[in-house]
């Protein structure tokens, strides 16, 4: 799988710059994820696209392109960045996890498919427990997986699981440690506001902001330990405005969406930058775009990453991930 990290290198300057510099790696990354077998019509050529059927192409490609803040916390995880594990090791201090800390970033797709995407296949164990903070024995998280996965996709079979990890669907990863093996659901949310309990999610990851604390403490209301990690958040408010903008774009194919659908004036007006030149090729568009976005606000690194189909046989459909990575704060 390709990852497409979006690294901030300057704060969020005005909201419409902000939205382009964030819109255009995002368009160049659906535009990367379309794969070849649907550029028929064009000779395979990619270069001679028009932005208009973009949406068209990706929607044959079913979604194959998606953008995960959370793939920001695991990768820091993975990669033991002191800033972010640090608070991490607090968080599941709280929920009596010991141990070095680990992430499992388990992704599910809409048709069924599901895999371990930059994840030690080793991790998730057969003796792997999900600790819930409630009393009686954990319940083992490789044998719930099918079930949270069907659970995320057809919502009348959620009050199959048990009731202790029946909100586990909504987990964004699972943060603990291989010893002793003992793991809890996670959410990732840009906007703390947002945070909803569950059962089964114990953990919540969230932007410090600026005046709020930023102390690893029990929300004894929702039962989760909020964990502030030292990111932008005003830079992961934009990020996915600007994926709101584009998904938005590809249902229209690049025609300016309804109000209703961008309510935003200055969303409109982003919108608008791209609708106006949806005739074009889709690089072309990208660099003639290049202008109107904030200067130096992002600097684009690719890589690849291992991504493993787990308990499935269809294979995953999402070949590329685009992930920001905010300033620390």
Known sequence: MEVRGERQAAPVADEVSALVAVTR???????????????????????????KMLGKLRAVGDGDCGVAFEYAVHDAVHNRDAAVTERVVDALKKCRVNGDPASILFAIEKQGAKQLISTEFELVTDQSRVLSGNRGQPVKLKGYLNQIAAAFRRPTTRPNLPQSIRGLWKADLFLGSPEPDHWVGTTVKINPSHLEAAPGLRIAV????????????????????????????????????????????????????????????????????????????????????????????????????????????????????????????
């Open 25 to 51: 790696p995002i368009i160049a990354g659906v535009f990367q994820s379309i794969g070849k077998e649907y550029l028929d019509a064009y000779d395979g050529d990619r270069s001679t696209v028009p932005l």
């Open 206 to 329: 969230v932007p410090t902001r600026s005046g709020r604390s930023d102390a690893v403490r029990l929300d004894e209301q929702k039962n989760l330990v909020i964990c502030p990690v030292p990111h932008d958040g005003s830079f992961m408010q934009v990020f996915y405005e600007g994926w709101r903008i584009v998904q938005a774009l590809c249902e229209t194919n690049f025609k300016e969406p309804k109000e209703v659908d961008i309510p935003n004036p200055a969303h409109r007006e982003v919108a608008r930058i791209y609708s106006e030149r949806r005739d074009y090729p889709v690089l072309d568009v990208l660099d003639a775009t290049k202008k109107f976005g904030q200067p130096h606000l992002l600097e684009t690194t690719t890589g690849t990453v291992i991504s493993t189909p787990f308990q499935s046989e269809l294979q995953p459909g999402t070949s590329t991930i685009i992930s920001p990575f905010p300033l620390r704060q």
